[in-house]
Each structure stands twice: as structure tokens, then as C-alpha cells.
């Protein structure tokens, strides 16, 4: 396994003056390939700020990013860096631009690839979640479900063939039943494509049951990093500690 | 965008709308005598069917030609002003909105300060400065200074759109700057755009009126302000030739009013909430909500798809 | 125990607006004694957020009630519309606690504006002090700052805006809560300051009862006495918290169950599979047992005759297998065995999307 992805010192501040808000502080860590890494924290905690960083939607304010050794704290050519990169969000809604077809939407993201690989990859990437065109392709948001919704974005990053993929909470708004089905996806792409995952999200479960390792962001500072099974069942951090206690117990005996 | 839902008072306003457009823009061409003719004495009272259906005005000319004339005049000065008003406001609010930071705070500082000037001393310089006093001229410098309001508007709704995901998905998607506030912005504001320029074109005509009364109006055509303002220098209000001031009045009012309505009634097809409960109308922007619809937000999913999208951006609840 | 409410034969559907009605809760009854939790579970578009509408008095066209009868305190009251329902029973004998409501309130509306819009519109001579003395006592008497009442709705954490709005909601001690999803969009510690929050004021009496509707089955667990599982309008299982988490009767509670993902090292290596297929589209629902199309242990009868009522009101199952093997829990294994893949849960509903009432919650102009 080879380092993917690298941070190091991230921060990123908003606002200026008295007002500085400093949403993610020095935050340092590092992707290998056909790793899926899980971000755990609470709203506010900085986990979707510093994944935008990652994915070049907002600027840096100090620190810096490697991707395949590049340097990227300062997208050049950010094209070239999301044919590389991309993400899937938490609001199988709102990621919708609702005057827009499926088709439509996924075109457009197929500019950033050749002509020629286009059409066959969207075919191909709508049946890696299950989806087949003639379905969904001239339906709008509204017309589909939420589940069918996160799929079509899932399979949207999927066209570009991702190295890596961020996917913000994407599985928040869904049914437990339905999450499980998307966290498989996601899974089996990592087999399959060997694609690195950035998943984010509040919930332990989903951390406990996808993730190689597991980094525990609160108030902006990355307070614990480890392997899944160290951060889950042994962890050290008093905030993980405290975490893992608010999480409602289905089992009493746990 | 199947079905939308007019209610009687958009039926009510659009067609007051629409009477005044027809008197201004077929008007003139049913009345065939020349606003400029000497059709009879100083205040004729009216009489018959024909020219002198509202008198004649100080310069014994038909009031009634000059009442189609006039509002043919406030239209257009109305129109283009509220155009020229709506696409600067719209270019400078949109990228404000969008990009936010410094962009944002430059762009809205300027138009603060363009909103601090009092318009209509910037009109009256600027059309003292401009020599030529014709309708076009005076559409754009009223249009011109008419902007600011509107930029501010449209950031506001460009700020909450921006909140939303799929800008984000836009842009991995490779998309570009004008793309995207074409595509991706403008539709979720589009509604709440025309609304905005019916306003500006109301606020326009009037500008236009009160110019006249100063002796500012168009000297190439005669405006429902001139009548006024010669109404008035002539003594007509003393002397009791009511049909000299009272049309050019009317005309005026209604025009506003029904721009108003119309308004306000698209704000009700748009924004379908605002047609339930009772104490609605308190707090304009944005969205005014009773308590009680707080309290009794019912999962309404049916008609979701009948229902006009909001123009705003929209926060979902989880999705179950 | 006494009884607090008794809800009885509820049915009510949505007119499309193409003429047709969907059922979206079917002949539903639910009973709550004093100071009790019920919960209810189920995925979206079981109809859960509907049975909230009606029981909270609140649904509203294109929802109809067709039938049902609500019982509180003794007091019954018809709910399809044949007799009109008193406006005082609104708020303070029953109060909805909406899906992601602080969202949907005015930015420039301050939390105090609010309640006092929300306690004169039921009575209108309670002056702006008296609203807002009882909104510090209640914020006093559940250990929050009473400053939350200056802040804007923007100022305010996710959690802290729920339990605001809980409160809010709470102000004129309605007899009956009832909490549609009121976690869901909540990280796991403001989940569990809103649920004891919710606990604490069930203690100090300020409602009598609840209703929690989610389709999270760990908080359910954690919070409510009962639970009653939903599916596809009915009510397929009812039984006490532990026990239907731990042993229960129906394969679709058991499916349920069975997806949840905890932090337990059994996870680590075990494959999940959700419930394959979608809930069905209540303009067409299936033949038989509703659940019959995705069910792991699906037998003959169950395509074609309604399932029978296995137990007694306070611990029930609608399900053949139940019936076949009374007294055991169904085996989780049985309902996810991984011959059913789990590929396919795509809407199978042509044009028809529109009659999932759940899935998709009206906007609102934020």
C-alpha cells in the first residue's frame, strides 16, 4: 500500500478581525490506496469543512495537501484534480439541481472526461449501484426516491473513476436499511475499483462496520487516529470515550 | 412547474395589467387625434364621444390623446428603466451571493453606498446633465439609479441558494463560473426575479411621474407627469377643469396599483404557503410563517409535485 | 396505569391530484397509558409521519381522515371530520413536534417572538410576560439557559434548536407529545440530550404521554416504554421495547433490526444486507401480507390472505409465521440470508413516486 493522500497542518479559518471562527486546526493526516478511512465527529466538529478542503471547494487557509505526491494546497487546474477526486454529499435532495434530469446532470460531469469513454461509463456506472439508464436517466429529483437519489450521485463520482472519493455523510439521511446497502456499494467499489474512500460521518455504527481506520475530529482538532478496531473498542481520547457512551445500545449486554 | 395555482386576485391584477397596457399600446392607435393638435379653448369641459371625451387641456389640446400618449410614455420609461434596473441588480447580486468573502463585500458595499445616494437627486442631476431629454434616455437613467435595491435583493436569495449541495456538485463536475450562476442559480431565483421587476417597473413609472411634475420629463413625447405638471402650473386644480388633473391621476394609480397586486399575488402562486392561515402578511421577508404553522406542519406529500417549487433554496428534514 | 389515550380504527388516505386515493395508514390503533412512551418504527413511506399528522390533529388536504376515533382523558373525538374538532385541543391536549422545524421558522424571528406568537395563538389574552415567564420557568426547570430565548434561529446548535422547539412545542402542557423524528438529523450526543430531555419532562409532568416516531431503532429502544412497528400503513408488530428488540415476531421488525449498525466487534466482520426491495407503492399494495415481496420466510397463505393477529393488545404480531411458531422470536438470519441480494432496491413504481407519502416531505421556503 502507497500513501494516497496526505495532509498536513491543515486550518482553515472564517472571518476576519474579531469575528475569526477556526473551523479546523492544524489537522494532519494521510490516505493509503484502497483504504476507507472514516472522519467521526459531532456537528460543528469541523469534519465537513475539512473534507471541502480536501476536495478543493474551499480554500486553505494554512498548511498544506499532497495528492500522489503533487502538491495541491493550490489547485492550478482543479479539472485535472476532480477527474481524480470526488464526493458524494449528505442531502440526496439539496445535491440535486432540481431543474435538471439525471441525464443532464450526468453529462455534465462527463465533460470532464473524452467523448469517447463517456457513454459507456455512465452505463456502466449507473449498474455498479444497481441502477440501469432507461429508468432513471429522464427523471427529475423529485421523481425519485432518496435512496435512488444518493445512487445516482454515488454513481455520478463513480463515472470519473475516483482514486478517491469523499462522501460527506452521505448515508445520513437515509433509512438504516437503505444505508447498509449504500455503505455495501461503497465497500465493494473499494474491492472492485480499488478507490480510496473518505467517509464521513457522526455515526459510530457506519464507522465501526466500513472503516480500515477511524480519525475522531472535535472542535476542530483531530483528537485520536487509529485503526478501526483501537479508536472503537479500546479508545483513549476521553471525548471518543465519550462518543462511543452516547451512542443508544441496541444490545443491553454491550 | 405543471399546475400552478392563480388565485382570483392574480386573475384581478393581471387583467388591470393588462387594460393599462392595452390603452397605452393600442390606445393610440384607435385615437387617431395627435396628442400635439388644437382640437379646441384653454380647459374645454368634456362633451361627446369623440377627441373631446376629456376636454381639452391649457393648450386646448385633447386631454384624452394625451392620456393614451402619456401612458404609452410611462410604460415604456417603466419598462426599460425596470429592465436595465433588474439586470444590473440581478448581475451584481448573483455574483455577490455566489461567491461570497471579499467579492461579496465590495459588490455590497458598493451598492450601499449607491443606495445611500436618494435617487432622485441623481436623476434629476443626471438628466440635467444629459441634454437630450428623450424617453430612452430617461427609461435608462431612471433604470440606473433603480438597481441597488434589487441587487440587494437578489444576493440575499442567491446566499441562501448557496447553501445548497448541488452548486458543489457543479463544480466537481468541471463546471464553470457563468455556468453555474446560469444553470444552477438563476433558475432557484428566476420567480423571485420577475416579482422583483414587476416592482421595479412600478417604482419606475412613478420615478418617471414625479420627474415630470419637476419640469424634468420627456421633451420628445408627452407623460402622464407633464399633464400633471402643466395641469398644475395652469391652474387647472383653481379653477376647477378637474379632467385636466384628475385622468393623468387615475391612470397613475392604477397603473402602480395593479403593478403592486400583480406583485403580490405572484408571490402567492411562487410561494404557496403564504396562502394558509391568517396573520400572514406581518414580516415580508423571508416567507412569513405563522406560529400555527409551526405547530402544525402536516407531512403534505402529494401535492409536492403540483405545488410550484419555492423560488429559495430549500432545507429538507431527514429523509424518512 | 391509567389509560391516557386510545386511538381507534384510524384510516386516512391522500388525494392525489389526479383523483386517485392512496391509504397511506390503514385501520391503525394504538393505545397510551399515563406517562408512557410509544414508539413507532418503521422505513420511509410506512406511513409512520401520517399516523403522527392525524393523531396530532394536524392532517391537512391532501391528507384526509376517513375514519378513526381519538380518545383522551375520557373525552372521544371523531376524527373524519364528522364533527368538528375543538381548536383547544390543538396544542394543549395534543402537540406535533414537526420533522426539522426550527428550520422552517423566519431567520429574522427571534426564539422569544416565537413563544409568544406560538402561546397567544391559542390564548389570546396571555400577555407577552406571562409567555415569556413560562418559557424561562421551562427553561429553568430543565437546566438550559433561558438566553437561548434572545438568539436568532441561526445562533443555535442543531441540538439546541430541537430542544427548543421541544420545548416550545411543550408550552401549554399538552396530555399527548407527539415527536415526528425529532433525532434524525441529530449527531448521537444532541440525540441523547434531546431524549433525556424529553424523559425529564415526562417526569415533571409537563405531558402525559409520547409518541416517537423514527426509524431508528437503537433510540426507540432507549426512549419508549413500547414500540409499534409500521409497515406500509399497518401496524405489523406491537410489543415492549426490550423485548421486540431482542426477540421479535415479525420477519419485517426482525429485517429492521437486522440493518442496524451498532459499534460492536461482531461488526467488524459480518456482512450486513439491508431489506431487499422498497416499501410498496401504497396505490397498488401487494396482495396478502404486505411484507410478503421482501420477506426471507414467506409461505404460501401469505400471498394471498391478510395476515392473522398472533398475542394479545399488549404484545401482537400480524404474521403466518408467528402464527406457526407461537412464542419464538423470528431468527435474523432467516429474513437477510444473503440469497436475497441486496442489489435491488430500486423503486419499482413507474410514475408513481408521488404516492410515497413519506419519502417526500413538502419543502419549505427556508
Known amino acids: 500500500m502507497s500513501e494516497i493522500f496526505a495532509a498536513k497542518e491543515l486550518t482553515k479559518t472564517f472571518g476576519h478581525g474579531k469575528h475569526v471562527v477556526e473551523a479546523v486546526k492544524q489537522v494532519s493526516f494521510s490516505l493509503q490506496e484502497r483504504e476507507v478511512v472514516t472522519i467521526v465527529g459531532e456537528s460543528g466538529s469541523g469534519k465537513s469543512t475539512l473534507a471541502r478542503m480536501v476536495l478543493g471547494l474551499l480554500p486553505i487557509t494554512s498548511g498544506q495537501m499532497t495528492f500522489q505526491g503533487q502538491d495541491v494546497t493550490h489547485l492550478k487546474d482543479r479539472a485535472a484534480y476532480w477527474r481524480d477526486v470526488q464526493a458524494v454529499f449528505q442531502d440526496p435532495f439539496s445535491s440535486f439541481n432540481q431543474f435538471f434530469t439525471v ?38 429529483p423529485h421523481q425519485l426516491s432518496g435512496g435512488q437519489r444518493q445512487r445516482i450521485m454515488i454513481a455520478r463520482a463513480l463515472m470519473l473513476r475516483p482514486k478517491l472519493l469523499v462522501a460527506d455523510e452521505a448515508t445520513s439521511m437515509l433509512d438504516a436499511s437503505l444505508r447498509v446497502n449504500i455503505l455495501n456499494v461503497l465497500t465493494d467499489l473499494r474491492d472492485e475499483l480499488g478507490m480510496t474512500v473518505l467517509f464521513i460521518t457522526h455515526d459510530i455504527g457506519q464507522a465501526c462496520y466500513v472503516a480500515d481506520r477511524v480519525l475522531v475530529m472535535e472542535n476542530g482538532l483531530m483528537v485520536e487516529q487509529g485503526s478501526t478496531d483501537d479508536v472503537i473498542f479500546n479508545p483513549q481520547h476521553e471525548y471518543t470515550q465519550r462518543l462511543l457512551s452516547d451512542v443508544p445500545k441496541l444490545h443491553q449486554a454491550s | 412547474m405543471k399546475s400552478m395555482n ?11 395589467v ?13 385615437i387617431k ?3 400635439d393638435a388644437v382640437v379646441g379653448g384653454l380647459y374645454d369641459p368634456p362633451s361627446g364621444f369623440g377627441p373631446l371625451l376629456l376636454g381639452t387641456d391649457n393648450e386646448g389640446q385633447s386631454v384624452l390623446a394625451n392620456l393614451v400618449y402619456g401612458t404609452r410614455t410611462s410604460l415604456i420609461v417603466g419598462l426599460l428603466a425596470g429592465t436595465i434596473a433588474s439586470v444590473i441588480g440581478l448581475a451584481i447580486g448573483i455574483v455577490a451571493g455566489y461567491k461570497g468573502g471579499v467579492v461579496d463585500e465590495i459588490l455590497m458595499g458598493a451598492t450601499n453606498i449607491a443606495l445611500a445616494i436618494p435617487g432622485i437627486v441623481i436623476i434629476i442631476l443626471l438628466s440635467i446633465a444629459l441634454d437630450s431629454r428623450a424617453i430612452v434616455p430617461l427609461g435608462a437613467v431612471i433604470g440606473v439609479t433603480a438597481w441597488p435595491w434589487m441587487a440587494r435583493a437578489v444576493r440575499a436569495q442567491a446566499t441562501s441558494v448557496r447553501t445548497r449541495e448541488h452548486l458543489d456538485v457543479a463544480r ?20 423571485y426575479v420577475v416579482m422583483a421587476f414587476v416592482l421595479q417597473v412600478s417604482g419606475a413609472i412613478l420615478a418617471e411621474a414625479a420627474l415630470s411634475l419637476l419640469g424634468l420629463g420627456p421633451s420628445n413625447a408627452v407623460s402622464l407627469g407633464t399633464m400633471l405638471y402643466w395641469a398644475i402650473a395652469w391652474g387647472s386644480v383653481r379653477t376647477g377643469a378637474w379632467w385636466a388633473f384628475l385622468p393623468p391621476t387615475i391612470m397613475l394609480t392604477v397603473l402602480a396599483f395593479s403593478l403592486l397586486l400583480l406583485q403580490s399575488s405572484m408571490d402567492e402562486v411562487f410561494n404557496p404557503r403564504l396562502r394558509r392561515g391568517k396573520a400572514v402578511k406581518r414580516r415580508k421577508p423571508p416567507s412569513p410563517r405563522t406560529p400555527e404553522e409551526i405547530e402544525e406542519v402536516s407531512p403534505t406529500a402529494i401535492g409536492g409535485s403540483t405545488l410550484v417549487q419555492p423560488p429559495i433554496g430549500v432545507s429538507r428534514g431527514a429523509d424518512s | 396505569m391509567s389509560r ?74 371523531a376524527l373524519d371530520g364528522s364533527s368538528k374538532i375543538p381548536r383547544t385541543w390543538r396544542g394543549s391536549v395534543v402537540s406535533l413536534l414537526p420533522q426539522g422545524a426550527m428550520n422552517s421558522i423566519s431567520p429574522t424571528m427571534r426564539v422569544r417572538d416565537l413563544v409568544v406568537d406560538v402561546m397567544r395563538a391559542h390564548n389570546r389574552s396571555v400577555t407577552k410576560d406571562e409567555a415569556l415567564d413560562r418559557a424561562r420557568d421551562r427553561l429553568a426547570s430543565l437546566d438550559l439557559p433561558t438566553r437561548v430565548l434572545d438568539a436568532y434561529p441561526h445562533q443555535l446548535s442543531g441540538g439546541m434548536k430541537q430542544r427548543t422547539v421541544t420545548i416550545i412545542s411543550t408550552l401549554l402542557n399538552p396530555r399527548l407529545l407527539i415527536a415526528d423524528e425529532p433525532t434524525s438529523a441529530l449527531d448521537v450526543t444532541s440525540q441523547k440530550a434531546l431524549i433525556d430531555m424529553l424523559l425529564q419532562m415526562l417526569e415533571q409532568k409537563i405531558m402525559s404521554g409520547v409518541i416517537f416516531i423514527t426509524h431508528d431503532l437503537p433510540v426507540l429502544r432507549t426512549v419508549s416504554n413500547r414500540i409499534a412497528v409500521m409497515y406500509a400503513g399497518k401496524i405489523v408488530e406491537v410489543g415492549d421495547a426490550e423485548e421486540l428488540t431482542t426477540a421479535p ?67 401482537f404480531s400480524k404474521c403466518f409465521w408467528a402464527l406457526k411458531n407461537p412464542g419464538q422470536s423470528v431468527p435474523l438470519k432467516a429474513v437477510t440470508a444473503s440469497s436475497l441480494s441486496e442489489t435491488d432496491t430500486v423503486v419499482e413504481d413507474d410514475d408513481d413516486t408521488t404516492s410515497r407519502p413519506d419519502d417526500e416531505p413538502s419543502e419549505v421556503p427556508a
Request: net charge negative.
Open chain 1, 103 to 140: 441525464r443532464r446532470l450526468l453529462h455534465r460531469s462527463l465533460r470532464l472526461l473524452h467523448a469517447d469513454v463517456g457513454r459507456e461509463r455512465l452505463e456502466e456506472s449507473l449498474q455498479y449501484v444497481g441502477l440501469t439508464g432507461p429508468d432513471v436517466l429522464d427523471r427529475y
Open chain 2, 6 to 16: 392563480f388565485t382570483t386576485r392574480f386573475w384581478i391584477s393581471f387583467s388591470l
Open chain 2, 18 to 30: 393588462l387594460a393599462t397596457v392595452l390603452i397605452g399600446f393600442v390606445g393610440p392607435l384607435i
Open chain 2, 33 to 35: 387625434t395627435s396628442p
Open chain 2, 172 to 191: 466537481l463536475s468541471g463546471a464553470r463560473f457563468w455556468s453555474i450562476l446560469a444553470w444552477d442559480l438563476l433558475p432557484y431565483l428566476l420567480s
Open chain 3, 4 to 77: 391516557l389515550v386510545n386511538a381507534e380504527h384510524l384510516r386516512a388516505s391522500y388525494h392525489t391530484p389526479d383523483g386517485r386515493e392512496v391509504t397511506a395508514v390503514d385501520g391503525v390503533s394504538v393505545h397510551i397509558d399515563e406517562g408512557e412512551v410509544l414508539g413507532i418504527a418503521g422505513e420511509s413511506g410506512s406511513g409512520k409521519s401520517t399516523l403522527g399528522a392525524i393523531l396530532s390533529l394536524t392532517a391537512r388536504p391532501p391528507l384526509y381522515v376517513d375514519s378513526g376515533s381519538l380518545e383522551i382523558d375520557g373525552q372521544t373525538q
Open chain 3, 249 to 315: 415476531r415479525h420477519p419485517y421488525s426482525a429485517a429492521l433490526l437486522s440493518s442496524v449498525l451498532v459499534p460492536e466487534p461482531a461488526y467488524r466482520k459480518m456482512r450486513v444486507y439491508g431489506i431487499p426491495g422498497a416499501p410498496p407503492n401504497l396505490a397498488h399494495p401487494p396482495s396478502g401480507c404486505r411484507f410478503h415481496p421482501r420477506c426471507g420466510l414467506v409461505m404460501d397463505e401469505c400471498h394471498t390472505e391478510e395476515p392473522p393477529h398472533v398475542g394479545d393488545q399488549l404484545r
